[in-house]
């Protein structure tokens, strides 16, 4: 079974850095990259398309909200968890 492509998206590093290391620690998901800020993610989203993005929704300049609108515009098979 593929394993499930994890994309972390909060603008907190350690908090980015728990999840990371607890998704890890999960044989069927890899975390495939993390972003600090909706502009990032949007741009991380599209470049390595992956099956899920965990995204906090209050973060400097583009804010969650609107980095999901952008990122289902363009890949709406991405699922996004708020």
Request: proline share 6%; charged share 20%.
């Amino acid at each position: 079974m593929a394993s499930i492509q994890v994309l972390i998206c909060d603008d907190h590093e350690p908090f980015r850095e728990g999840l990371h290391a607890l998704l890890d620690t999960e044989p069927d998901v890899n975390v495939v990259g993390e972003a600090a800020d909706g502009q990032s993610v949007v741009h991380t989203a599209a470049a390595l398309q992956p099956d899920v993005i965990l995204m906090d929704l209050n973060m400097p300049g583009v804010g969650g909200i609107e980095a999901t609108r952008q990122i289902l515009r363009t890949s709406p098979q991405i699922s996004i968890l708020v």
